[in-house]
Structures are given as C-alpha cells and as structure tokens.
C-alpha cells in the first residue's frame, strides 16, 4: 500500500490543482488529515493503538494479497451523506499553512517579537479560532472527503499493482511483498513534501465526530506526530536505488492517474 509519504504528496498535487473539489474544501488541514485516517485505527503507523480495528472494516476491503478498497461504497455511505447535506456555511477557507502560523503564534510568541504584526482578514480569524458547530461541521466533511480519497488512491495503486504482476507472469508472495514495498518506500522518499496536517481544536472535533469511528485526541496528535516525522526524513530529492520489481514509468502514471482520478470523480459524483 502507499506509505503516508505518498499519501501527502498526492494530496498536496490535488491541493495545488484549480478545480471544483479544491474550491469545495473548505478545512484543508481536515482533507489532509483524513488522507491518512484509515491507517489510524489499524495499528500499523499509529503507536499506542489499544484496540485495533481490522483492515477489512477501515479500508472496506477484503483481506486478500492484494486488497482494493471498496471506494465507491465509502462514498455512498459516509461522503454522500455529508456532501449533499451543506447548508451553503463553507465560505471561509482555512488554509494549513495559516493554521499552523496562527498555532505557532499562540505558543511561540518569543518567534514572532520582531517582526511586525499582520494584519489579518477578520473572517479568517474568526474561522480559525471558531469551534462553532458550522465550522466543526464542514471540517468533518473534509475529513471525510480526505478518508474517501485515501481509499480511491489505495485502490488504483493496487488494482496496477496486480496488473504489473499479471502482465509479468508473478504472482503474490513474501518475496513479491517485500520487493513491493521497498519500490513504495523508495518512490515516496523521492515526493517533496511541505504539508503537514495540524492537531488545532476544531480538528480533533471534527475527528472525534468521524462517523465511521471516532478518533479520539491523543490519536489525533499522534498521528500528527507521525506525519511530521515522516515529511522530516523525506528528502524529496532522494535519489532512490534501482527498483527491485516496478518502474519509473509504473509510480509516474500511477500517480498522476490517482490525482487525476480523485479530482474527475469528485466532479461526477458531487
């Protein structure tokens, strides 16, 4: 599956993009951060997970060598629902980098005595320090958008995965694995990686209101923890050894097509 390298840098390639599903977020800090939520709970990046929930229910998938995410029946259960049920409140966006400069602010003030003060848009203030039940609302949204896209890119990446190993006559195995997942790990240290998602108040409610499962706070710092660690030691410009089973060709199609395909399909079904 794609390591959480991968996962941020597709979603900060969507972020980048002028399209109707950037215009949608409005919490870009909850999309980025639901991007990595079905790994949460599963207990493999997250420590301290004291009741794991299985593969099966968080990536509604099969527990089979190569599993493909049911992304289609996560839309329909859980983002539809919240998509179509807006009330026209997400006019403010929240862009991660303001959050984490207004975060820092408050606790870091000593950074920021010389320099001039900044003269913010008022809406921009009153949103981020809002925890109002319109904002934790559309942050859940977003987070929830954040899960489906995680699922959508998980599919492709191993429906091609498995079209690889047809086309090359293998076949799944230990051997296959561990080939596999070094490719990933060396592709994904070689992304650039500059967003990392943000423990503010409104998104630890927004992740406790989750409604597959909550995700309680002490796992959403965690988790936040995690992805610094891993945006820490990616070097972007990680000049990767010879891929032991995949391809150049294979990560650079595959990761154009999730992008591409997370946007296309946001615009057919909303």
């Keep these: 599956m794609p390591s959480w390298n991968i996962h941020i840098a597709q979603t900060q390639e969507v972020l980048a993009r002028d ?78 980098e303001a959050e984490r400069d207004r975060i820092n602010r408050i606790h870091y003030p000593a950074r920021y005595e010389n320099e001039p003060a900044i003269k913010e848009d008022p809406r921009q203030v009153a949103a981020a320090n809002s925890t109002a039940v319109a904002d934790v609302e559309a942050s859940c949204v977003d987070l929830t958008l954040g899960t489906w896209a995680h699922l959508l890119a998980d599919n492709i990446w191993n429906t091609r995965v498995n079209e690889y ?40 409610e927004a992740a406790a209101r989750f409604a597959q499962y909550p995700i309680e706070r002490d796992l959403v710092i965690a988790t936040v923890g995690v992805a610094h660690e891993t945006a820490r030691v990616n070097e972007g410009t990680y000049q990767h050894p010879p891929y032991q089973l995949l391809s150049d060709e294979f990560f650079a199609q595959t990761f154009a097509e999730v992008v591409e395909q997370t946007i296309s399909l946001f615009e057919e079904r909303a």
């Design 19 to 96: 399209c109707s599903l950037t215009r949608a977020v409005c919490d870009q800090n909850a999309f980025l951060f639901g991007n990595l939520v079905p790994d949460i709970r599963v207990g493999y990046m997250v420590p301290g997970i004291a009741a794991p929930i299985p593969y099966r229910i968080t990536h509604f998938a099969k527990p089979e060598p190569i599993p493909k995410p049911r992304e289609d029946e996560f839309w329909r259960t859980y983002v539809a629902p919240v998509l179509h049920g807006l009330d026209g409140s997400r006019v403010v966006a929240l862009s991660i």
């Design 165 to 204: 190993l047809e086309a090359h006559g293998g076949r799944p195995s230990d051997s296959f694995r561990i080939k596999k997942q070094s490719d990933f790990d060396w592709f994904g240290r070689s992304r650039p990686l500059h967003l990392i998602p943000v423990a503010s108040a409104r998104l630890i």
